[in-house]
């Protein structure tokens, strides 16, 4: 195919794509996303186009700038980024036009600006260092060993077992096996050296030779040549770009041999294909499944089974050594968990009387006895233990006049990233809310996985083939629906996989449907991970049960889609002779007071009471239609009315509705009735008399305001840290925009 007749393929399928944006596609709508999956699949099997689409991108880009249409901006830049860190070899000028372009998005609003700001200094690393950004993805999400680049990602996704149909669950498992092992770390070092000298050499080098030369090496060589790159890529920052290249050349001159730069065949730029990133699948059956993984994740498994092994050191390594102290005889012991020994003195081995602070803690070191190996999870209090010493203060501290004291250990880096997959619909995210609640409480408590960590949260909705009774498909994805609206971009590629995925997981078992669930859904699950970086916050709701029995506690959950309150089916015989006096009275339904605060213009409290007889209320916090809005609660409540006519009486259900933050039910016969959270038929409360609902404050918060109030004469709230704190706790949720103005 000509040149020419490449360009106009390639711009007819990005004009398809601007037109799927506006909704006038004319493919079905179970067939969005497939456009952008295409396009890159294309350019992956012929990287010698990736050029000519990103010139045609930034063409686009200035032109929807031109016209003002900004809904195409963040879609195409993401295109042409994905496509840039893939390509082989970009002209200079190329990307300084998309630099320049990046920049100009400075001057907009949210999420243009932020955007706009993440791509123009990735743009300039890459500019300054070809091939950056495709070797740190890789090194990153693939855990190589890099002391230049120490940063580790993975995907984690999680599905619920009891939503999901156990067909969906297998299919996706051992889709995400697959992709994880096929691929190998020599074969990713592979990727990256490869990938690094092309990006620096250009037409030049020889990427056939180079390929035939890494396979036939060693697993130990390769690393060897692997870590020269990455210490020629990353290690110089400071170096000009001619000096780097110059470093790559002998590197792949060294690597080839005899065969000079420049004796490469004339056969167009072969790229390095982008290896799929690690990817673990989890199915969510127990409440502390998450913090459980994450802690694995920081503290692998085979580094806290095996801390003997040579060349292993776990991650808490400095917290252990803090809390055993900075004596160099205990910084190397091994202390036993269960000893055997007889517990005299005399009867231990002979050794060198320590000095110093460590004289007497020597005595106690025992030798000899059963040394029993912690579980990963077992250490953390450890860990935390020693995270949460202050500098200086630790149980091996020296006395005062001993010498210098021992400088404060440095605070730790935030050296991994944890992409939490959630794939479901509103349930999960209920129970999500749930464990978010959970983990931050343990963190305001004792810090450990907020310093070490970043956590990011992603959503894919799936909806079973047969949905609940009480909820459609629709009403079951409600978060995904508030992101498409809000996100263009995220309902083209990710909401459409709604009904997609039950789809894919049924199919036959045949090498068609192997051919399109390893290249279409792997993929968009891991370009999803590593595009989407923009968080839409959604408030959590606290609510607080009262029940009928007064010996039984108050219950307090969280909420995150809706609450449901409904009459109780099956009253007592008390209750329900009660209810048929009154019932002819005053109608079905119990009677309920409702003190609210009512949502105004100008921010201003304003508390309302109510006392109607009603059937049951519904508060939902996604909002229906518009993007913003998200905080406050929407409440319909289903109030009986009576009519009195020549005919007798009837009874009518007319729905209230209002807007509130904070909102209190109370039943005043004391009659019960039911509550359900997030559409989750396990999360029901029977025999409730009353609740209070309100948005759920951070833990941290909580925590240093009840400290500051404790300590401040005059009882002033926001004083000190506090008001630096944030105030409401928000369930962050990756998109490719946020929320587009």
């Not at 995925?501 to 068609?512: E, F, N, Q």
Request: aromatic share 6%; proline share 8%; with cysteine.
């Amino acid at each position: 195919m000509e040149s020419s007749e490449v360009e106009s393929d390639i711009l007819r399928r990005v004009r398809a794509l601007l037109r799927e944006l506006d909704g006038h596609h004319p493919s079905c709508q179970s067939d969005r996303g497939m456009l952008r999956w295409t396009l890159h699949k294309k350019i992956q099997q012929n990287p010698s186009t990736s050029c000519v689409l990103v010139r045609i991108l930034v063409k686009e880009l200035e032109r929807a700038e031109r016209g003002d249409l900004r809904h195409y901006i963040i879609p195409l830049l993401h295109t042409l980024m994905y496509t840039l860190i893939q390509a082989p070899c970009i002209p200079d000028e190329l990307c300084a036009r998309v630099y320049d372009f990046c920049k100009r998005l400075l001057t907009l609003p949210k999420p243009f600006c932020t955007i706009g700001l993440d791509y123009a200094s990735r743009l300039q690393v890459e500019r300054r260092a070809p091939g950056t950004l495709y070797h740190r993805m890789v090194i990153s999400e693939h855990g190589l060993p890099s002391a230049p680049f120490p940063y580790r990602e993975r995907i984690f996704i999680f599905a619920d077992p009891e939503l999901l149909p156990e067909a969906i669950c297998k299919a996706l498992l051992s889709d995400t096996e697959a992709a994880r092992g096929s691929q190998s770390p020599g074969g990713c070092m592979s990727c990256v050296v490869s990938h690094a000298l092309q990006a620096a050499l250009g037409d030049s080098c020889d990427i056939h030779g180079l390929r035939a030369r890494l396979q036939a090496l060693s697993p130990g060589d390769v690393e060897c040549w692997f870590q020269q790159v990455v210490v020629a890529v990353e290690g110089t920052a400071g170096s000009e770009r001619g000096q780097r290249t110059e470093r790559l050349e002998s590197i792949y001159r060294g690597l080839l041999g005899s065969v000079p730069a420049g004796n490469a065949p004339q056969e167009g730029l072969q790229g390095t294909p982008l290896p799929d990133p690690n990817i673990s699948f989890h199915l969510w059956t127990e409440d502390e499944q998450l913090w459980k993984e994450l802690v694995l994740f920081l503290r692998p498994l085979s580094q806290n089974c095996e801390p003997e092994c040579p060349g292993q050191e776990p991650d808490g390594a400095a917290e252990v050594q803090d809390v055993l102290g900075d004596c160099e005889c205990c910084r190397h012991s091994r202390f036993s968990v269960l000893s055997t020994d007889s517990g005299i003195e005399r009867d231990l081995p002979a050794q060198d009387e320590p000095c110093g602070p460590c004289a007497e803690r020597s005595r106690l070191h025992r030798k000899g006895g059963i040394k029993k190996k912690l579980s990963p999870l077992d250490s953390v209090a450890l860990l935390q233990a020693g995270s949460a010493a202050p500098a200086g203060k630790g149980p091996g501290k020296a006395p005062r006049g001993s010498g210098p004291a021992p400088e404060p250990p440095a605070p730790p880096q935030r050296l991994h990233t944890a992409r939490v997959v959630l794939l479901g619909d509103d349930r999960l995210l209920g129970r999500l809310a749930q464990a978010f609640h959970s983990l931050r409480k343990r963190e305001a408590r004792r810090v450990f996985l907020t310093a070490r960590l970043d956590l990011q949260f992603y959503h894919i909705p799936v909806v079973p083939a047969q949905p609940p009774e009480h909820a459609g498909p629709e009403e079951l994805c409600e978060v995904a629906g508030y992101l498409g609206r809000a996100d263009p971009w995220y309902e083209s590629n990710i909401r459409t996989l709604c009904h997609m995925i039950p789809k894919l997981a049924t199919m036959p078992s045949s090498p068609s449907r192997a051919l399109v669930t390893d290249l279409f859904l792997t993929d968009v699950i891991a370009y999803y991970a590593r595009m989407g970086s923009q968080p839409v916050g959604f408030q959590l709701h606290a609510v607080k049960v009262l029940f009928q029995d007064p010996a039984q506690d108050p219950a307090e959950d969280v909420f995150l889609t809706e609450l449901l309150a409904q009459v109780q089916d099956s009253p007592s015989h008390r209750e329900l002779s009660t209810a048929k006096r009154k019932g002819t009275l005053d109608g079905p339904g119990i009677d309920l007071t409702v003190t609210y605060r009512k949502v105004v213009l100008s921010d201003r409290q304003k508390e309302l009471t109510l006392s109607l007889r009603s059937t049951g209320l519904l508060m939902k916090a996604i909002p229906a239609e518009e993007a913003p809005g998200l905080g406050c609660l929407s409440v319909t409540i289903t109030e009986t009315i009576r009519t009195n006519h020549l005919a007798g009486r009837s009874f009518a259900a007319v729905a209230n509705r209002l807007k509130t933050r904070s909102i209190k039910v109370r039943s005043p016969e004391q009659r019960p009735f039911t509550v359900r959270l997030d559409k989750d038929s396990r999360r029901t409360y029977r025999d409730v008399i009353g609740l209070e609902v309100s948005p759920c404050l951070e833990p941290s918060y909580c925590l240093q305001k009840s400290r500051t109030m404790k300590f401040s004469p005059d009882g002033t709230e926001d004083v000190g840290l506090v008001k630096y704190l944030p105030k409401s706790l928000l369930l962050p949720i990756n998109t490719f925009a946020g929320v587009v103005q």
